[in-house]
């Protein structure tokens, strides 16, 4: 096989204009407009609006490249686009060979005949998406939500890239991935996929290849299984003339994979290479984990379970919603995308959610789940839309489909597909304009074609005809006791934290609770006089029209009037904390009845108040903090009442917990009120009561100065788990001044802050005002007379960061100083 890559500089240009520039493939308009200082940075203030017009053009790209003779003796001959974002027609020396209209396909074009010796041209003319969704839509009306650029469900395209309710409306275009010119001689192959059969200690590897032969010479197909230390376990060699050949190989001993937190991650290769006349003329290779991955659905005493099963292990999922990294997706890199995952990882998650209103991520985001542990709940790209099933249409998501499939299903981190997001409850709830045709149409995509395409190419895989339902058919897919949920009173319905209580969801694959990002990425928009949460800038990078209401409403219910702009973001991000804290923690409690708890929403795209745990910049808000404590394998809560609490301690090892349970009820001084001590055993995968504490002698009297405090102890002595809750909102409780003091050591690989307070202090928050760090605690409570040490490890960015510098920006305060 001979490949020649056609990435790199191109000549590009808008439509009409005479002026040719050197963009990047792969790439994007916006990203090379920005190189060139032709548009203002689209995130800052409020340049989105002068931004998005430059969607509305068509633009060119174009380049010359090489072709030898020894190309053109090749067999066949492609030109292969890994992704063209969206509408765009393909020309080779002024011969149009292919025009596109989905971003989600790939297209390999045959262009023997049309190359020729020596210098070729290509060009590609990107159409503008805006004046076609425009069209079609003032064609044929179709319903999406309304925070995005109307008619966005016709075009194959990211549909947040039109604007999301977190998301600006900012469709860019370009040749996103990668492109190059193939030629195979002889044969070629087509397809290679990897099956598993488990048995005890055995597993049974089933490798069907698929190839093409263009020639009657003799073919001989090598395949090798490599074990995680890169030995080779077992080779075949097949000279049969099929095109369609089954390889079979038995592990014995196989070294499984498990989400993190269950085990380890390790990784089987296996390659299969064509030789013809001693010539090795195609390869392929695919890195797999051996593993079972079960959806198990039973009838039980509350309706029926789902949840996943991995290796026979019952898992409770425990995770958040991905979204887009960039607006500008040129600007996402493998480096970027390995530090969220890392975050994913260091906060206890052991799923990733691929929401489907964005694009199915690049190869290295699934071969970094399957490096780290994440499992992949995978939607198909449709979402919160009516989808008009044309001819053209469904031809072009057939495809779709179908190279998505065989392009992911190879990886161990892939647990699930799922045909959308939230369209079948919305027909059943949502009040929009529906037809009978279109309904018939949703039937017909997500619960007759998907299912057969991915029966058809990766049956191994289980399929959920959307998020939520409760197996299709429009039956209750919102329903408490069967299947999965979004679940979104507690923001939207205004209803209080307690309010998530009430509800013993299966598998709770949304819901959320918005915040604003640090002070340090608001700077990043705005100019002083913009930082009023009201201001238009301010609400430019607010895409939730009553979000800004809401958190304020919270705030009200729970908080005090914060003091400053300042102190009213890390307010808005404890609330948010503590809101998802709410609801896991129950959920958790609930072991066994509910089963998965994966929040909205992970990341941001650009720099904006939103749902997500960690910013536009990577930077840690409160939540994933929190979710670092809330998501620990072994967990203690408590379940707080007017009148006292109950304390319960969660379990997903399979092995048994054995050590202790400490309380202590104390005044807002920290001085103890009533302490005890409970020995205890909780069996794996289980969640089990310790305790129900009775303070309502205490607390008549004291409610507003009393909190509880609970600690996890293992039988080593080791604090494992813990926590402390009030009686009464924050807002009521009597905070003394903590007079926190921040103490730091410098270990050669680490820092270690010490931080220590005279009363109790509440969301302790360490920080910086120039260094970004991730600690390994922050946001936490601390009582009067103990210390808390948290690290700071020395990544190389901070390298060369002496203790003076670190000290000198280093910021500490609690809720108390926020008033």
């Not at 009657?216 to 395949?223: A, H, K, L, S, Y």
């Not at 887009?324 to 799923?351: G, H, Q, W, Y």
């Not at 990886?411 to 037809?435: Q, R, Y």
């Not at 979004?486 to 998530?500: A, I, N, Q, R, S």
Request: aromatic share 14%.
């Amino acid at each position: 096989m001979q490949r020649i890559t056609l990435n790199g500089d191109w000549d590009f240009r808008k439509v009409g204009e005479n002026e040719w520039l050197v963009g990047k493939v792969p790439g994007s308009v916006y990203n090379d407009l920005l190189q060139h200082k032709k548009m203002e940075d689209p995130f800052y203030r409020d340049n989105e609006d002068a931004v998005k017009k430059l969607s509305e053009f068509d633009y060119e790209y174009k380049r010359s490249f090489q072709v030898d003779s020894s190309f053109l003796e090749n067999d066949s001959q492609l030109l292969i686009f890994e992704g063209v974002d969206t509408l765009s027609k393909i020309f080779i020396n002024d011969t149009l060979v292919n025009e596109t209209n989905n971003m989600h396909r790939r297209y390999e074009l045959d262009v023997k005949g049309i190359v020729q010796e020596g210098e070729n041209d290509i060009k590609v003319v990107l159409l503008s998406p805006l004046q076609y969704v425009e069209k079609k839509h003032n064609e044929n009306p179709i319903w999406g939500v309304t925070d995005a650029v109307e008619g966005f469900p016709h075009l194959r395209k990211g549909h947040s890239m039109f604007g999301w309710d977190w998301g600006p409306q900012l469709p860019d275009l370009g040749i996103w991935r990668n492109v190059s010119l193939e030629g195979y001689s002889k044969a070629k192959l087509q397809d290679v996929y990897v099956t598993q059969k488990h048995d005890d200690h055995v597993v049974e590897l089933s490798v069907a290849i698929e190839k093409v032969q263009f020639s009657t010479d003799t073919t001989t197909v090598f395949t090798k299984v490599y074990d995680p230390d890169g030995n080779l376990l077992e080779e075949s060699a097949n000279t049969s003339e099929n095109n369609n050949i089954h390889e079979t190989f038995t592990i014995p001993n196989p070294q499984k994979w498990y989400p993190a937190q269950y085990g380890e991650q390790p990784l089987y290769l296996v390659e299969v290479e064509v030789v013809v006349n001693g010539k090795k003329v195609d390869t392929k290779s695919l890195q797999i984990g051996l593993r079972t991955i079960d959806i198990v659905q039973e009838d039980d005493e509350w309706g029926q379970s789902f949840y996943f099963k991995i290796n026979g292990t019952p898992i409770f999922s425990k995770g958040a919603n991905y979204i887009p990294e960039d607006n500008i997706l040129a600007r996402t890199s493998r480096e970027k995308t390995e530090r969220l995952i890392k975050d994913c990882v260091a906060a206890n998650f052991n799923m990733i959610r691929v929401w489907g209103g964005g694009h199915y991520p690049e190869d290295y985001f699934f071969e970094l789940c399957d490096q780290h542990g994440l499992i992949v709940w995978q939607d198909f790209m449709f979402a919160c839309a009516v989808y008009d099933l044309s001819e053209e249409f469904e031809a072009t998501v057939k495809q779709e489909f179908i190279d998505n499939i065989k392009r992911i299903r190879h990886h161990a981190s892939l647990g699930i597909w799922c045909g959308n997001n939230e369209m079948e409850s919305a027909w059943v709830d949502w009040d929009f304009p529906k037809t009978e045709k279109h309904k018939l149409d949703y039937l017909k995509l997500f619960e007759e074609i998907i299912p057969e395409i991915v029966k058809e190419y990766d049956p191994q895989t289980f399929y959920w005809p959307s998020s939520p339902s409760s197996g299709g058919g429009f039956d209750k897919p919102s329903d408490e006791n069967i299947g999965d949920v979004h679940y979104w009173d507690v923001w939207h319905g205004l209803k209080p934290f307690t309010e998530y209580r009430k509800f013993y969801y299966r598998f709770v694959s949304e819901f959320g609770f918005q915040s604003f990002p640090s002070l340090k990425t608001i700077k990043s928009f705005t100019l002083p006089e913009d930082r009023n949460i009201f201001s238009y800038v301010m609400e430019k990078h607010q895409k939730n029209g009553t979000a800004n209401g809401k958190i304020l409403y919270y705030l009200s219910e729970n908080f005090k009037y914060p003091k400053d702009f300042h102190s009213l973001l890390y307010t808005s991000q404890i609330l948010q904390a503590e809101a998802i804290k709410y609801g896991v923690e129950h959920w958790r409690r609930n072991f066994g009845r509910c089963m998965g708890a994966i929040y909205w929403q992970l990341n941001d795209c650009w720099p904006v108040a939103s749902w997500a745990s960690i910013d536009y910049y990577g930077r840690w808000k409160a939540l994933h903090y929190f979710a670092k404590r809330f998501f620990s394998m072994t967990l203690i809560s408590a379940k707080e009442s007017a009148t006292g609490a109950e304390i319960v301690v969660t379990n997903d090892y399979e092995k048994a917990f054995r050590g202790k349970v400490k309380w202590a009820l104390r005044t807002n001084s920290s001085e103890v009120v009533k302490q005890g001590e409970e020995e205890v055993i909780v069996d794996g995968v289980c969640a089990k009561s310790i305790v129900h504490l009775d303070f309502s002698k205490e607390l008549k009297e004291v409610n507003r100065k009393s909190y509880l405090e609970y600690q996890l102890i293992d039988e080593h002595g080791s604090n494992i788990s813990n926590g402390t809750v009030l009686f009464v909102p924050a807002k009521h409780f009597e905070f003394l001044n903590p007079e926190l003091d921040l103490h730091v050591e410098d270990k050669n690989d680490r820092f270690i802050l010490s931080v220590s307070a005279k009363a109790y202090a509440k969301y302790v928050e360490i920080d910086h005002q120039e260094l970004d760090f991730i600690l390994s605690d922050n946001y936490f409570d601390i009582s009067a007379g103990e210390e808390v040490k948290v690290e700071l490890i020395k990544e190389p960015s901070l390298s060369n960061i002496s203790k003076e510098h670190l000290l000198n920006g280093l910021t500490i305060r609690s809720l108390y100083n926020t008033y």
